[in-house]
């Protein structure tokens, strides 16, 4: 059942409810003001008929005559008159058996009057004083007019109801259509953008409400997939091109090298040049697999509380251990002499954090002729700052805007061989912890990346 359907219907069997509740207590109100409006004429009508029977000198045959001649002209009451002793003095029709149980009722109460109904027909029952002695009347009639009125009125609330309620149906339904329009609207928009026309956006409107903040939603999780789609055709189509040039060299020369080679030495060179595109492969696809790490959604990587120093000189080991040339030197930087190495303390993913400071430093180090690179660590003002300055090659103004993109090599390419991922995902990793990566170059004078993370403290 579509949504504009089932919201008209709730909303009609609710006023249907709240609509029967009020008919009911007009109907109920105009039958009780029915009842005492007739029992007021009832009263007036026996009282009449009391005074002329006591008052008149005929016979109650002919009285009996009169009642119903005027009866069927006027609806007269029936009476019937008791003595103080309870004896039927007269009456117009044979009494009921429980008349008497209504004259005790007067007599003990000492009520004026009682009223109460059998049937269609209302009776009155009180006490008559005429000459000195008393006596009981009960009277009866039927509200002939007042049935028949009331009658139709129920007949027109109940056609007035039904009608009511589809008129609701309908109003509500068209208010729940064009309500919920917008919506359709939407959903129609959303089935024409596919993976062939994700830069497509949705209209937004003009009125700022729910509508528009949905639409503002959607259009915001179209662009977070569209750049997503984008970075991953990107992303295998560079892999294709750049694991193409390693392994087709790779396999060149080992045909080759069963071709050609004959002296033991040829095979060895052959074997060398092997090893070095396998190796490059091998450095690719590690510097892949890092940035498949740093691009997980954060709430799937494990942080935990580490010293950032001590990660740094992890790092620093590491890269020692497989560059022996490298020089890499640490200083901390403490403002106005404070030693508190709880300033260090850090929140974060150790492997992660030494994959970025370990391809800052080794991009310091490739890329500067005294294979050097110089950490500054400081805190400052809630902040951990950490410096990774160089004196090499520097980076040209217009490579600066670029460098962090993926698989983009400046013109610095020439000078050392690289995959251009390295970057890519030392600011990826930053951006995880919450930290900012900021780079300034000069070219031939050297470069100096730096990193903020807001401290624990």
């Not at 993913?349 to 950490?375: G, T, V, W």
């Not at 900012?436 to 004078?445: H, P």
């Amino acid at each position: 059942m579509k949504i504009a359907t089932r919201a008209a219907l709730n909303y009609s069997i609710l006023t249907a409810g709240i609509l029967f509740v009020f008919a009911y207590v007009v109907y109920f109100v105009s039958e009780k003001n029915r009842e005492d409006e007739f029992n007021d004429r009832l009263g007036y009508k026996v009282i009449w008929r009391s005074e002329f029977i006591f008052d008149a000198k005929i016979s109650d045959e002919k009285i009996r005559e009169l009642h119903q001649r005027n009866q069927k002209l006027l609806n007269e009451a029936d009476i019937s008159v008791y003595n103080s002793h309870k004896d039927l003095m007269f009456t117009d029709i044979p009494p009921l058996k429980n008349n008497e149980k209504y004259l005790d009722r007067i007599i003990k109460t000492n009520k004026n009057r009682i009223f109460w109904q059998q049937g269609d027909r209302q009776y009155i029952a009180f006490t008559f004083q005429s000459n000195g002695e008393k006596y009981y009347i009960i009277g009866s009639a039927v509200d002939v007019t007042g049935k028949a009125h009331i009658s139709e009125f129920k007949k027109d609330i109940i056609i007035i109801y039904i009608i009511s309620i589809i008129v609701i149906f309908i109003i509500g339904f068209l208010f729940s259509y064009y309500t919920l329009k917008p919506l359709k609207d939407i959903i129609l928009q959303i089935r024409d953008i596919s993976e062939h026309n994700l830069n497509k956006r949705l209209d937004i409107p003009k009125a700022k409400d729910e509508i528009y903040e949905l639409t503002e939603t959607f259009n915001s999780t179209f662009n977070r997939l569209e750049k997503s789609f984008n970075n991953h055709k990107q992303f295998v189509t560079t892999i294709s091109h750049e694991f193409r040039t390693p392994l087709s060299t790779l396999i060149a020369e080992l045909e080759l090298a069963k071709e050609l080679n004959i002296t033991l030495d040829d095979y060895k060179i052959s074997i060398d040049n092997a090893l070095q595109d396998a190796n490059h492969a091998s450095e690719l696809s590690s510097a892949l697999l890092d940035f498949a790490r740093a691009s997980y959604d954060v709430s799937q990587i494990s942080l935990v509380n580490l010293r950032l120093d001590e990660t740094l000189a992890e790092a620093k080991l590491s890269l020692l251990q497989k560059n022996t040339d490298y020089k890499i030197g640490i200083n901390y930087m403490d403002s106005a002499g404070d030693k508190d190495e709880s300033n260090y303390d850090f929140y974060g993913n150790p492997y992660l954090l030494q994959i970025a400071f370990s391809n800052l430093m080794e991009n310091a180090c490739k890329y500067s002729r005294d294979k050097s690179c110089h950490i500054e660590i400081e805190v400052d003002h809630q902040n951990i700052k950490i410096h990774f300055t160089d004196h090499g090659i520097g980076i040209s103004e217009k490579d600066l805007s670029k460098i962090f993109d993926l698989f983009y090599r400046g013109s610095n390419k020439s000078y050392e061989k690289g995959n251009g991922i390295g970057l890519s995902i030392v600011k990826r990793i930053v951006e995880i912890h919450q930290g900012k990566l900021n780079v300034t170059s000069e070219v031939l004078k050297g470069s100096t990346f730096t990193i903020q993370f807001p401290s624990k403290k």
